[in-house]
């Protein structure tokens, strides 16, 4: 198999049509390949749209960090919150589709590689085109591909935000990803319909992709494009129960599970961040010492927890989820509604509300919410889960849990609130 996937003739350059002898290589492989890729990118980049809406990035700059967006941070619509699993779906399917879809994307890279070493560079404006939108695709999809991947294993190795670079990556990747669909499309789905009707036409042996001088086959076609079907469902189903609970998420083994089980008992369900991680201590969230600052139209009160404990108590049966991809199932919530913290500050009807945490380390110390997020009657400055109270690395003495909000939203180790215009 390893003569059909790599050049034999490395006396001669890539430039050289003759150096790259694959008998795999044609414009019907590729275009399977392509109709794929066209399906599951705009999948990735219609949830990637509904993941940057979830984060209230017209709320910037306290969500949206992002510089200088311009048109490009188009907000769509303020954030729903039902069904209250709604991120946890859009985000595992953003997220395990595209490390599904990486086999498919190497492959298709290799299928075209010959292209980027064709002279001369352009023999027409639409030849020069579509060499610009290859050149941008390439690297667009290389770029995107590696830093999502980066950010779900949770290393942080390039310069700068994960959240810009893939904001940006994404734009880039898509508009060179329309143009060339708007090129090849008629192309790929002519030969798709050629392969539906068993015809071998003239155009396969012409196509520039076709090796000149092809080595002898170790694998069919069709037996290449089931290795890389099969490299996509072995990645699909090590990665796909990271968003489950119980025994599916051990299969989950390629990615992480969304970070340590906390012990054991009812607040043994996954977190992203400790305490310690996040610089809490022990004794700034005892009785004692904290306090919750809630300020408003009306001015600021403090709270103790046994203020809050004094308040009418409620219940809401909730997930959450992670941009990582990871999530849990429903977690019973308990504590007092984030709307009858703002009416206790002169807001009657629910505004949009700053959560500050005591945390200091990484990112979201600090995040918004929308008055539609505020206004659910599930939203809760939370002081017990699962019947106990929060552990410290569960954001002791109180946390945000709001439906279908992103995981980091949910803030922990809640210090102050301002309702109001932000």
Known sequence: MARSFLPTRPGRGPFSPDFWRSPLRGPRFTSVLGVVLLAGITILFVTGLLSYAAYNPDLAP??????????????????????????????????????????????????????????PPARSLTHALERISLLLLVGGALFEFTTGILNVQLDYILPGSFYPLHFYGAWVFFGAFVAHVVLKAPVALRNLRKMREGSEGSDEAADELVAPRPDRPTVSRRGALGLVGGGSLLLLATSAG????????????????????????????????????????????????????????????????????????????LPIACVEGWSTSDQWWRGVRLRDLAALVGHDDPADVFVESLQRHGAFRRAALRANQVADPRSLLALFVNGEELTLDHGHPARIIVPAAPGVLNTKWVARLTFGDL
């Not at 709604?86 to 290799?110: D, E, I, M, N, S």
């Open 62 to 119: 306290v969500n949206d960090k992002t510089p200088d967006k311009g048109i490009l941070g188009f907000y769509l619509f303020s954030w729903p919150t039902d069904p209250p699993w709604l991120y946890r779906l859009t985000q595992g399917v953003h997220v395990t589709l595209g490390l599904a879809l990486v086999p498919v994307l190497l492959a298709k890279l290799w299928s075209v590689v010959p292209k980027l070493f064709t002279l």
């Open 242 to 317: 990271r968003s489950f609970d119980g025994p599916l998420r051990e299969t989950a083994v390629l990615t992480p599970h969304g970070g340590p089980e906390p012990g054991s008992g009812p607040n043994a369900f996954q977190i992203n961040k400790t305490a310690a991680y996040a610089g809490i201590r022990a004794a700034e969230t005892s009785e004692e010492a904290w306090r919750l600052a809630v300020r408003g139209r009306s001015g600021t009160v403090r709270l103790s927890r046994a203020d809050l404990l004094g308040m009418p108590l409620h219940s809401a049966a």
